[in-house]
């Protein structure tokens, strides 16, 4: 069983950085592919983020070139950093993992707001 703990999120001044971890526990790390959601009030569930089991990274148009997603398999850990943050990145970000099947955190908070 696959378990997911994010941690990091808390509220930040527009422009301000965070950096989000996603710690997993379970099976084997290395085979997952590895994710970054959020939903804002009110709104779907987003996409954020993807790093694969080598490395590869996808992002959402509208974070590009702001956040980057990294993965540590030693502490079976994925991270995301979060630069340049504006008032609409506001939401719970969700960490995902995909093998097999689809295993999904409890979330964590991020607040922009001057």
């Known amino acids: 069983q696959v378990q997911l703990v994010e941690s990091g999120g808390g509220l930040v001044q527009p422009g301000g950085s965070l950096r989000l971890s996603c710690a997993f526990s379970?099976?084997?790390?290395?085979?997952?592919?590895m994710s970054w959601y959020r939903q804002a009030p009110g709104k779907q569930r987003e996409f954020v983020a993807q790093?694969?089991?080598?490395?590869?990274?996808n992002y959402g148009d509208s974070v590009k070139g702001r956040f980057t997603i990294s993965r540590d398999n030693a502490k079976k850990t994925v991270y995301l950093q979060m630069n340049s943050l504006k008032p609409e990145d506001t939401a719970v970000y969700f960490c995902?993992?995909?093998?097999?099947?689809?295993?999904w955190g409890q979330g964590t908070q991020v607040t922009v707001s001057s």
């Open positions: 790093i694969g089991s080598g490395g590869s990274t």
């Open positions: 379970g099976t084997i790390f290395t085979i997952y592919v």
């Open positions: 995902k993992a995909y093998s097999t099947g689809s295993y």
